[in-house]
């Protein structure tokens, strides 16, 4: 049973930070790509950070988080994690986790974790 499970999010006012945690299957996470897409309200899911697996290991984010997002991976916890710095309320959204491998054609998405910015 695969599983991806979602963690860390919270309420945090504008400007503050929070890390989002993404534990999942020790196999798929060898040998997947991870991603983080965040979803607003009456919104479809955006993209917003990679995290290749460590055989070719990058990252890549979305214009509007770059310089305040982060994404690292712990291969021994088969954990990815998404450091969120210097949040806007923009940022408000269900932030999910998705585990892609194009060569075994896998792709799973977690359950979500809810981030709120406000004061």
């Known amino acids: 049973q695969v599983q991806l499970v979602e963690s860390g999010g919270g309420l945090v006012q504008p400007g503050g930070s929070l890390r989002l945690s993404c534990a999942a299957s020790?196999?798929?996470?060898?040998?997947?790509?991870m991603h983080w897409y965040p979803q607003a309200p009456g919104k479809e899911r955006e993209w917003v950070a990679t995290?290749?697996?460590?055989?070719?290991?990058?990252?890549d984010y979305a214009d509007p988080v770059k310089g305040r997002f982060t994404i690292s991976r712990d291969n021994v916890k088969s954990t990815v994690y998404l450091q969120m710095n210097n949040l806007r309320p923009e940022d408000t959204a269900v932030y999910y986790c998705?585990?892609?491998?194009?060569?075994?054609?896998?792709?799973?998405w977690g359950q979500g974790t809810q981030v709120t910015v406000s004061s």
């Open positions: 998705n585990a892609r491998s194009g060569a075994l054609k896998t792709d799973y």
């Open positions: 020790a196999f798929i996470f060898k040998i997947s790509t």
């Open positions: 995290c290749s697996s460590t055989a070719d290991y990058y990252t």
